[in-house]
């Protein structure tokens, strides 16, 4: 009897910058995850009521929906999916970032350019969405 394949995780993505959320996109389709983008701070809202998402992945300082405002509202909608945000951020020096970060579950790709970090990403991502490894070829 051949093995189901497992259901496609979906990732929401809450990222400004275009070209973060174009490599965003592009790692998970990698994965073979579905992405969904969330343009505005209602969006965000609204998504994570009516959708069901696997991971978010949240750039710290998203303007139209600061961390510390989407952090309560995916306690209130969807409490399992907090252990499942993965905190994007560049600077990590001031006290209110920090903060954020001990309240959050997750940080990775710290530096000053996160797409560049895209691999700890992608680590992490397979992490929480507990994807299998990928065989190496030789």
């Not at 009897?1 to 174009?22: F, T």
Request: charged letters at 25%.
């Amino acid at each position: 009897m051949a093995m189901p394949y497992p259901p496609m995780r979906k990732v929401l993505i809450i990222n400004d910058v275009p070209s973060v959320r174009n490599s965003f996109l592009t790692l998970l389709a990698d994965l073979s995850c579905a992405a969904d983008v969330a343009d505005s701070g209602r969006q965000v809202i609204d998504k994570i009521r009516d959708e069901k998402f696997d991971a978010v992945l949240l750039h710290l300082r998203y303007v139209p929906a600061p961390a510390e405002e989407v952090g309560p509202r995916i306690r209130s909608l969807q409490p399992s999916l907090l252990a499942n945000v993965l905190v994007v951020a560049a600077d990590v020096a001031d006290v209110k970032t920090l903060d954020l970060i001990e309240w959050y579950v997750r940080l990775q790709a710290p530096g000053k350019r996160p797409v560049q970090d895209l691999e700890a990403i992608r680590q992490a991502l397979r992490a929480m969405l507990r994807l299998p490894p990928v065989m190496d070829t030789p």
